[in-house]
C-alpha cells in the first residue's frame, strides 16, 4: 500500500487493500510477439528481493511464484519516477487511475469485484484499445497500435504526451 499513494489523500479515507490483493493474485503474462516486456517482469520480480532483504528473509525472484500484475505496476512506476521525476508511489496511483482501478476502494463489492477482474484481464491480455485505452498507457496520439507495442515505448510515449519536454 505504501507503494501506491495518492497525493494529498489521506490512506485513512480510502482503502484500496482488495484490489491491490486481485492484482497481486493476477499473473502478468508476457507476449513475445509484443516485445520485450519480460523485463518488466523482472523490474516486478527484483521487487521480491528488495522485501526479502528489507525484511531480513532469505528468497529469490522465483520465490512465490509468477510475477504479479502489481508487481509488474511498481517496478513500471519507479522506471517512470526515474525517467520522468516525481515519486514512484505517485506514478504508480496515476497507472491506477489510467486502468480506473481507482474508482474500487474497499470494501470491493462482487460487482466491483468482478469490474476489476475484467480491467486487470483486459491489461493482461493486451484487449485494450489500439490508443492503449484499456491499459496502463492511454494516449491522445499514438504512434502505432499500443496493443503490438513493448510497454517500455508505450511508456515512453505517454511520458512524451504528458511531458513534452521529456520526448526524445
Not at 509468477?66 to 526515474?82: D, F, H, K, Q, T
Amino acid at each position: 500500500m505504501d507503494q501506491v499513494r495518492e497525493e494529498g489523500v489521506s490512506h485513512h479515507e480510502r482503502t484500496y487493500w482488495d484490489v491491490l490483493r486481485l492484482m497481486h493474485s493476477k499473473e502478468f503474462v508476457w507476449m513475445p510477439e509484443a516485445g520485450n516486456d519480460d523485463n518488466r517482469i523482472s523490474d516486478g520480480l527484483d521487487l521480491r528481493i528488495e522485501f526479502f532483504h528489507e525484511n531480513g528473509a532469505r528468497g529469490t525472484k522465483k520465490t512465490f511464484g509468477p510475477c504479479s500484475v502489481l508487481e509488474v505496476m511498481i517496478g513500471i512506476s519507479r522506471r517512470l519516477a526515474w525517467s520522468a521525476g516525481d515519486g514512484a508511489e505517485g506514478w504508480a496511483w496515476q497507472l491506477l487511475r489510467n486502468l480506473e482501478l481507482h474508482k474500487m476502494y474497499d470494501p470491493l463489492s462482487r460487482r466491483k469485484a468482478r469490474r476489476a477482474d475484467e480491467i486487470l484481464e483486459t491489461l493482461i491480455w493486451r484487449n485494450y484499445s489500439p490508443d492503449g485505452v484499456g491499459g496502463f498507457f492511454p494516449l491522445a496520439w499514438p504512434s502505432g497500435d499500443q496493443t503490438r507495442i513493448e510497454i517500455w515505448y508505450q511508456m515512453n510515449e505517454y511520458i512524451g504526451e504528458i511531458h513534452p519536454e521529456y520526448s526524445v
